[in-house]
């Protein structure tokens, strides 16, 4: 069996033709093809606007300059997600807090969060980024309410769960990144995300003040606008109002990702095939448990669709596991090392039993291959390989 990854990108002959049609076109970044990408996908999720970034931590990054992060602001989010999530709010000098996890989804316990709001002064706190962790859809409906409460804004990381969405209590479907709950949203095209293009990333939002801030903030802080600009030197004239990145995605990537837009909902489907297959084998395993097995969804709710960009068990012999399935060619991975455990952030003083449930979490959490070109065939090998494991474990 070739090895077999926990994710992969699928690119096909359309792809590659609409790549290389732009590398022979005039332009090779900031040309026709990143404006349709954005639309677009700003359609697909439900959005009003959307911005293409160079990357998902891009994303992060400007999210927390539009709204204005700065040395006084505390920010919470989970201590499972990928660090970029946390480390947006150190890039612009904030401080960053966590609340612990609810084990049965994965997902920042909003609970925990109300107990940590309730605990400081108002306005102690300015902002929240939960995660669609693994593609399971945050009820950000109820996240809203807590925010309005203490005044704060909220950044979706929704990098896992493009095309997922849960129903709101009008029985209203809120497609992730929609912007109806959250300020602002971001998405990776990182060749393991649904949608991938190398690099790349996109914010969306339905704030028309907040997607002009972005737009500036992703070239440098220029506008070449004249109604904005204070003086008008002639054709060549712009002015940089204020400190911003280059942080822009290509024609060529932004191409890339129109074609790959055009396949998403063939690639949900299949991931919620996989998942299923996933959950018919392991549903009677005793030493497994299943992360948002799909009875377990519809117990507390047919109205969740989970994007499912990971397939995540949990065993006791978590490592062993991990090693055992190396040794089949399987390249199983784990997510995630809590975020607060890295020793950056146990420099600023988070320490080992700080959130105990995401750490209980970490150490028997494993993410089985999932990706919509993973065969049936391969799939039942994982299968049989776990099984295997299981019966001497
Ligand atoms: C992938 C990912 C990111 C960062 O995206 P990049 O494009 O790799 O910078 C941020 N948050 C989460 C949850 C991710 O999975």
Redesign the pocket.
């Known amino acids: 069996m070739k090895p077999i990854p926990y994710g992969r990108q699928h690119i096909t002959q359309e792809d590659i033709d609409a790549v290389v049609e732009t590398l022979q076109s005039d332009f090779l970044t900031q040309g026709p093809k990143v404006l349709e990408f954005e639309q677009k996908f700003a359609a697909y999720v439900g959005a009003k606007y959307a911005v293409a970034v160079a ?4 994303a ?1 990054h400007l999210c927390a300059l539009a709204l204005g992060v700065d040395e006084n602001s505390r920010v919470i989010t989970t201590p499972i ?2 660090a ?2 946390a480390n947006c709010v150190r890039y612009c000098d904030g401080t960053v807090d966590f609340a612990d996890i609810d084990p049965e989804t994965g997902l920042l316990d909003i609970a925990k969060v109300r107990q940590k709001l309730e605990s400081q002064p108002k306005r102690y706190y300015s902002g929240l980024i939960p ?1 669609d ?1 693994a593609g399971m859809p945050v009820n950000l409906e109820e996240f809203r309410k807590l925010a309005d409460e203490f005044d704060l804004w909220i950044i979706e ?1 929704a ?2 769960a493009p095309g997922g969405y849960f129903i709101d209590s009008n029985g209203e479907k809120q497609m992730c990144g929609n912007g109806n709950y959250a300020d602002l949203a ?1 998405f ?3 060749p393991v ?1 649904h949608i991938a293009t190398g ?3 996109m914010i969306t939002t339905n704030n028309p003040e907040l997607y002009e801030k972005l737009l500036t903030l992703r070239t440098h802080g220029i506008t070449r606008d004249p109604a904005k600009m204070h003086e008008n030197h002639g054709g060549w004239y712009m002015e940089m109002q204020e400190l911003g990145y280059n942080y822009r995605m290509p024609d060529m990537l932004t191409a890339l990702g129109i074609s790959q837009l055009k396949r998403a909902d063939a690639g949900l489907q299949r991931r919620q095939e996989i998942a299923k297959r996933y959950d018919a084998a392991f549903k009677n395993a005793s030493n497994l448990k299943i992360l948002n097995p799909a009875a377990y969804k519809e117990a507390i709710s047919d109205n969740v669709f989970h994007a499912y ?1 990971l397939y995540v068990i949990q065993v006791e012999k978590r490592k062993e596991l991990y090693d055992f399935l190396r040794t089949k060619n399987i390249f199983a991975q784990v997510h995630y090392i809590p975020v607060h455990l890295m020793p950056y952030y146990q420099d600023l003083g988070f320490k080992k039993d700080d959130f105990p449930l995401a750490e209980a979490y970490y150490e028997m959490c494993l993410s089985l291959p999932m990706y919509p070109s993973l065969t049936n065939e391969e799939q039942d090998y994982v299968i049989a390989s776990v099984q295997e494991f299981l019966q001497h474990a």
Do not use: P
């Open positions: 990357n998902g931590t891009a992060l997600t990928f970029a999530s995660v962790f990381d990098c896992h971001i990776s095209f990182h995300k690099e790349g990333g960009h």
